[in-house]
């Protein structure tokens, strides 16, 4: 009887009796908690402008960087959870909120990452004045900010999505606002999280790379990580260290992919609204670990009475007035004031931006780098071009067997998430060595990391295809190039698209550190916007800094409505196959 | 305050009253369009009563006034002499896509209503599982709905209104997602819940388009209008229970209601003649190829040109609801006439069922012509241009003067296909553009 429905809590003690699952899980859990312990004390050592902190190359300090590394990954990436599910809560409860939040979140979206990082590392050091804390708490925004505007969005759109019938039912059996925003709201939009979680941590090392060395006017602060590790590698011409750290990394990725993402997705199948069964994910070993084990379901019982008591007190708030979303007269009125506030705003905000420019730069330096932009952006284009026509064959060719592309897909996942960074000291050594020209053989690092998500979807695209499709080409003798062009090219190319969006901005991104590289004291620069930026990072010239970092978001954003957009709507309307 | 004195007098008798219940929806120009006019209703102690209509006539919106979770545009509705504006305790309903959360398993979805009300954990398990055991899902209380079939899932749904012991179940459309056997299956262990009095709920409301659902379950039957949506009868259903479906009075029911629901009423109708339908008039979004199906059917044997609708609806395996958009397409072209639960040929159906197809792409687009505006404007409108051609966007802009974005959008689309069909005119959907030439 007591097993009749899950999870009684009469019973306790047979139920609680440890089993084998607990010998692998209490340690695990005990030794992880101890860990991040040592690792979040380590974050606020004493420390001052000037110093440098001892990074040592010696492998077997490895595991001690990773580890801070992990802890970083790990605090932004709660940051951005709680950030997302605040900020996306209020933009689709509020009409008013949403009219100002969600066009920033789309700027915040296009501002480079590594841009975050040069423009608030000051502030950040200002607040923790003599300690380490200000470094780690800018490396760590520089983290969240890969992270937290995928998240929001993701989680904006989950929310309006809710199936209007379930909503419908919550009202109906009188669910608190409360009650249905943890019971009905957060459930169904966390299929879709997680996914983003995971994209976004998998875009995340990157950045956790880039920023652990920060440079603040004229000063390098290596944060210890691998990051650091490999900066100082670079630093010392060591291309053992570079391997090492590229070993540590892979490890990493595999720690974070195998105990995070596999069992939390496998998890959140159940909340899927989908109505058939099927197409289940085989449980990942950790999910196992983690439903079998005594120590864990007493954890999450634990979890359970939490909620059932917020539940209950928020039973007896008070509910609140439901908030009509259609306009009625003195809404009208407010709206209109609240659009006329945010007007006012936006014209004040504009008049100052452009006055600080001509005082702190001057218009000749905006046109200078408006050019530099044109540059970068040539390159991008070419670039995707260029991994289109190598990634699209190959990518066709792997869906069309599907039983090679299922063995290669994580594979795939797996090089998306590698940092391409960690690879960039190779390249240079490679171009040094054969004198190539660094304009044009810098420009490949931009698309390094981020041309997978192109082979990733193409294939994707590629097994979603219907095979009676295929059988019909072949009945019919559609072969070759008239093959591609009536079947295979419009059959791919809504997810051609989404896969090439995030390749693009993810080169964006990358431009800021692939078009200046170092190999100990040599350094290859391309001309460009992003060489741009970390030089005036380096020199620390804040007015350079931000004028370089509005005109790439600038470029970012029309990219994205001329283009991107555009042909994310065609392949909506028209060639989606459902 | 006439409206206070129904208030008083019916507090004792009615579980939940409208009283000139009103529902406009936004559309282009200021007025809006009128879903709901006037509606009266009570539902007293101990009856059930069922609403019929046509997709589309407001009654499901009606259902969602009583439930508190639509506010009328004008009117108001009452539960046990109070005004509804949200949903009050004592109410419960079923919805006709379960609405179950997927997330929970079976006793999770029964308890929310319980957990909602702050019950106690230990007696929400004992009421979710005596209402689990009531309904005939004992076993299944760990599965998630998506393991259940559909006939399960509902059961869920009803075992999830029937654990807050309603007074009053709304029932919006419950079987009709469910396959015959399975509805038939499902709505007699609710009539026999009912009956045996083992549930404590005092009424029921049923909201459906299945005529034989409404004469089964329901003490009294109503019959919305369509556009705007109004109650055109009123009728008691006064046969012992459990009712037996071969009853000649139970058909003769069945015929009546049939009846009732396809025709035009005679008043309308003769304001129809002498006043053609506007340009903003709701098509019915019927397909050619079941009109013309449904016409072959109707001018071969046995029919021979005349049906009795529910044995068509049954020959030709058509739902009540599709039957009667096609019907009435039908009947809006001159094809053919409605009268006491039967369906006529007229001569040009007739002839279009007689003629070969370019023959019947003429009768057609005659008769699509003379029947429909839009059709007839889109056509005139093509005629005079001096290139024969125009935008999408300015027909549409026209519809939604009198409809909503999205029913301008299904009306335009269906008189597209049908002038497709018909020749009349052509049209590019990538560049949205209407044209006199035939690629």
Redesign the interface.
Known sequence: MAQRWGLPIVAWPSRLRPNVWDGIALPLVLGAVILLAWASQQMSQPFHVGERLPIALDPRMLPQYALRTVMRMALALVGSLVFSIVYAAAAAKSRRAEKLLIPVLDILQSVPILGFLSITVTGFIALFPGSLLGYECAAIFAIFTSQAWNMTFSLYQSFLGVPHDLREAARMYRLSPWQSFWQLEMPFALPNLVWNMMMSVSGGWFFVVASEAISVGGNTVLLPGIGSYIAVAIDRRNLHAVGYAIFAMLVLILIYDQLLFRPLLAWVQRFKVEEIAGDEIEPPWFLVMVQRARVIRGLALAVALVARLSSRVSHTLPSLPQVARSPQRTGRILDLAWTAILAVGAAAAAVEIGRYIRVEVGWHEVAHVVLLGAITLVRVIVLIVLAALIWVPIGVWIGLRPRLARRIQPVIQFLAAFPANLFFPIAVSAIVAFRLDAEVWLSPLMILGTQWYILFNVIAGTLSLPTDYQFVAGNLGVRRWLWWRRLILPGIFPAFVTGAVTASGGSWNASIVAEVVRWGDTSLQATGIGAYIANETAAGDFPRIALGVAVLCLYVLLLNRLLWRRLYQLAEERLRLD | MPAEITLAVEAGTSLIAANAVCKTYATGDAAGRLVLDHVDFALKEGEIVAILGKSGSGKSTFL?VL?G?TEPSDGFATYRGRPVT??V?G???V???????????V?GNVE??L????VP?DDR?RRA?AAIDLIGLDGF??A?P??LSGGMRQRVGFA?ALV?NPDVLLLDEPFSQLDVLTAETLRGDIEDLWRDRRIPTKGIILVSHNIEDAVVLADRIIVFGSDPGCIRADIPVTLPRPRDQANPIFRSLVDQVYALLTTVPGAEAAKRRAEPIGLGYRVPDASIQQLTGLLDALSQPPYEGRADLPKLAESEHLSTDSLMVLVETLQLLGFAQVGGGDIEMLPPGRAFAAADLQHRKQIYADHLRRAVPLAAHIRRVLDERPGHSAPEGRFLAELEDYLSEEEARQVFETVINWGRYAELFAYDI?SGVLSLENP
């Open positions: 969602r439930a979770l949200a949903p305790q109410m419960a309903m919805f006709q896509s379960f609405a179950l959360f997927p997330w929970l398993t006793l929310l209503g957990e909602a009300q702050g954990m398990h599982i209380e760990s998630y998506k393991e999830r807050v990538d």
